[in-house]
T-cell receptor, first 112, second 115 residues
Framework: SQQGEEDPQALSIQEGENATMNCSYK?????LQWYRQNSGRGLVHLIL?????REKHSGRLRVTLDTSKKSSSLLITASRAADTASYFCATGTQGGSEKLVFGKGTKLTVNP | GAGVSQSPSNKVTEKGKDVELRCDPI?????LYWYRQSLGQGLEFLIY????????KSGLPSDRFSAERTGGSVSTLTIQRTQQEDSAVYLC?????????????FGDGTRLSIL
């Protein structure tokens, strides 16, 4: 069943602009991860945020988590053409499940 | 290389044939996952192996799908009597151990096309 839902489905911006992608989920989570997928490739882990954290940074990436709203956002600052990819959130649900549930992703295009 | 390796990268076969997809996880990773990704869609969980424990097969869509993991390392996903709706990219991932707080490391997938 679908847990995370990313929004928007597609986003097109110019190089240098910031890109914001959102993820909403339904059930309580232990943590949330963001992944990137370049065309024709596998997913690459970007960042993990735990349910007791509100914000996390990694380079040009900033992730926020609002457990009261069951939502997370991924911000990419000063975007580059190389950031063009699909971005997925994945949730680890409470209850001890070892599985991640992935959303359908946001397709980001950064135009040079 | 040190990453997750999948083979073949592409497979085209006729409806009704059996196919085997292979995944070589990162050495030392005890957890291995198989996913299916249809065009433009997210990842659909298929099966999960953790060490020597019985696999979690809850995501397999039908009894035509099976998987094994020999010696806690290489895994093979088998689809019998393939159907056109089986066309998709099949992704394998491994992690150090099986927990949702572990990053998963993905291979580049096998793109399966059923004619």
């Amino acid at each position: 069943s679908q847990q995370g839902e990313e929004d928007p489905q597609a986003l097109s911006i110019q190089e240098g602009e910031n890109a914001t992608m959102n993820c909403s989920y339904k059930t309580s989570i232990n943590n949330l991860q963001w992944y990137r997928q370049n065309s024709g490739r596998g997913l690459v882990h970007l960042i993990l945020i735990r349910s007791n954290e509100r914000e996390k940074h990694s380079g040009r990436l900033r992730v926020t988590l609002d457990t009261s709203k069951k939502s997370s956002s991924l911000l990419i600052t000063a975007s580059r053409a190389a950031d063009t990819a699909s971005y997925f959130c994945a949730t680890g649900t409470q209850g001890g499940s070892e599985k991640l549930v992935f959303g359908k992703g946001t397709k980001l295009t950064v135009n040079p | 290389g040190a990453g997750v390796s999948q083979s073949p990268s592409n497979k085209v076969t006729e409806k009704g044939k059996d196919v085997e997809l292979r995944c070589d996880p990162i050495s030392g990773h005890t957890a291995l996952y198989w996913y299916r990704q249809s065009l433009g869609q997210g990842l659909e969980f298929l099966i999960y192996f953790q060490g020597n424990s019985a696999p979690d097969k809850s995501g397999l869509p039908s009894d035509r799908f099976s998987a094994e993991r020999t010696g806690g390392s290489v895994s093979t996903l088998t689809i019998q009597r393939t159907q056109q709706e089986d066309s998709a990219v099949y992704l394998c991932a491994s992690s150090l151990w099986g927990a949702s707080n572990q990053p998963q490391h993905f291979g580049d997938g096998t793109r399966l096309s059923i004619l």
